[in-house]
């Protein structure tokens, strides 16, 4: 049975997500492994999908929503001639479409990638997780709601052609995007077929990246264990985007109890190097013996506390 005490583990982790499972399955699945009863997951994985998945234990829960996932990359396979009710395979057939001769022509899907680059809005899936009046998106559509969702503004950065191929008589295009946080790899494959007078949608999905983590900084769920999860913790200042400032036994007593920290005082130590930019932050990270130990801001001559963590979270790296 999981913990109810204070946790043995707190840290960012990075899970390879295979497919076939949930995100929700891979929190519980973790839970398990470490007998940790607060864990959490930032970025959703549909079950079709698998790859980069940042999940938090511990304190480290507490880091999900200000994660800098902003940017995520991913390797989709697009299957040409039908759309889903899903955007994906998980759906029914609801359109077929001619599919055209040149779009088994490399030349020209690489002009057509080229051109879904850049700001644009999206209109997401209707089986999406987006509330609609406090009700799932795709909880209305499965109960045979007609879901319209407005569309968002996303922006798609790169979109590269690995090649072409044909599965099951389907033209499939296999395609690396990298694409802001938000955007639906599923409605990029609806709108492209759509965008080519045919249709299309998501045959297979795996993401690369996810901000700044990536597969190689990933753990098999079937791999997981205390030992490992402490030596191949993710950094957390670079999750977050902030940096870093090593503060000694003196200020970490003034940290856990939320008192302001003088940076003039910081400064006099001799290992205070970290601090000389400090004033160009609102926000930075303090940083003791390896871990996270609170997020301060800027505020006049001082650092004030944000978010203060008792038990430090571990993997930082300044």
Known sequence: MAKRGPSSINALIGIDKPVGITSHDVVARVRRALGERRVGHAGTLDPLASGVMVVGIGQATRLLGLLTLD?????????????????????????????????????????????????????PPAYSAISVDGVRSYRRARSGEDVELPARAIEVFDAVLLGIDTVGGALVWDVAFSVSKGTYIRALARDLGRSQSSAAHLCGLRRTASGAVSLADCLPIDALGPEIVRSRSLDPLSCLGVSAVVIGSAELDDVLCGRRISLDALRARADSASTESVCDRDEVALVHEGELRALARVEGGSLVMKMVFPQGIGGARP
Do not use: C, N
């Open 71 to 123: 940017r995520k990359s991913y390797i989709a396979r697009i299957s040409w001639g039908s759309e889903t009710s899903t955007d994906d395979t998980e759906g029914e057939p609801v359109r077929t479409a001619h599919v055209p001769e040149r779009l088994a022509d490399p030349d020209f899907a690489h002009s057509v990638l080229a051109r879904m680059l850049g700001p644009q809005m999206q209109v």
